[in-house]
């Protein structure tokens, strides 16, 4: 993508809208809380393009030249989970993505 484009990119499903440049999520056009890290899970899930996406991948992604420990990503993917319901609290699904042991699929 080149960095035109990549300034102007703007990702929506269902009633939300990513703005990666501006590094925003909305919901109906209103902003949700998202935090840096959470917010590059999301994304990293976004241009996987429905592929799964292994803990190791988004580790690599999101903690580039980092070690970090399994829960520091469990954290951010429950993050993004509750920035996406789908109305069912303990549900293994955020209405856009299914994880699976901390693998999503879009």
């Known amino acids: ?16 809208t990513l703005l990666p440049l501006r590094r925003q ?7 949700i809380e998202l935090g840096g890290r959470a917010f590059d899970v999301l994304v990293a899930l976004i241009d996987a393009h429905g592929s799964v996406v292994s803990k190791d991948e988004l580790i690599t992604r999101v903690w580039p030249g980092r070690i970090i420990e399994e829960n520091t990503l469990e ?11 789908d109305g069912h609290p303990n549900s293994s699904t955020c209405g856009h993505f299914k994880f699976l042991h901390l693998r999503a699929v879009r």
């Not at 993508?1 to 939300?16: G, P, T």
């Not at 999520?25 to 902003?31: N, V």
């Open 1 to 16: 993508m080149s960095e035109s484009s990549e300034a102007s990119r703007v990702i929506q499903f269902d009633r939300f």
């Open 25 to 31: 999520l909305l919901a109906d056009d209103a902003p």
């Open 75 to 85: 954290a951010q993917v429950s993050a993004v989970r509750k920035a996406l319901p």
